[in-house]
């Protein structure tokens, strides 16, 4: 099985598991992934999703360039595959709950394209970042390359895709590609996990569909996002919230 879901309680993790194609992404495996998505979601017991490697040291080398070669010549797959790809992307992007990327070896290409697209990136010392379509010759997808630009700034965004160049992992932190190096960034990603699963999760899904919200272009409250304020105040996790507070207690969401 080349993509799984592991459930520990608040928290699921999607490993991608195909070591020795170094975790590069089939068709299949592009296809399969917004339905693992899509299950972690929609399990009430689970609050954040982190996406990792079932192998240390391997993150995922991109899209499988194998299978580019032998069916890229004919456009219907040209197709599928551009739609899934995005699919994966998209399901990231737009999970209603919190997506964090543990990142840990080479994370290149569409392998970098899935990290950006998930909501915090950790990463290991050993890691590389980049995304390479001037190295073979391909484009990537508007969708694809506003995820990097609202990370990095579009200035960046153009050296990152003109060059092709690998980052290392101090190198992606001062430039946003990543949001923390840790030694053993899958653990670190679990414990930031639970800190986030254990505060309130209207407030935190809201503010995940706000931010997205705005890094799609709208720029003022509409009647959806006044309603998630306003509502906030008429539900359980207010009262526990303000109910720990008065009781000098820990919140119990």
Known sequence: M?????????????LIDRPDRRNAMTQAMWERLP????EAMADDAVRVLILASATSGIFCAGADIHEF????????WRVTNQAAIRASQYALAHAGKPVIAAIDGDCVGGGCGLAIACDLRIASP?????????????????FDTKLLVDLVGPARAKRILFTGALHDAADALAIDLIDEIAVDPLAEADRLARTIAA????SVRSSKAIIRRILDG???????????FRDAFTLPDFAEGVAAFREKRRPDF
Do not use: K
């Open 2 to 14: 080349t993509l799984r879901l592991e459930r520990d309680g608040a928290v699921a993790r999607l």
């Open 35 to 38: 339905h693992l998505v899509g």
């Open 69 to 76: 070669a032998a069916c890229s010549g004919a456009e219907a």
């Open 126 to 142: 050993a890691t590389r970042l980049g995304i390479t379509p001037a190295r073979l010759g391909i484009v990537y997808s508007l």
């Open 199 to 202: 505060n309130a999760q209207h």
């Open 218 to 228: 709208q720029a003022d409250d509409d009647a959806t996002t006044l309603a998630l």
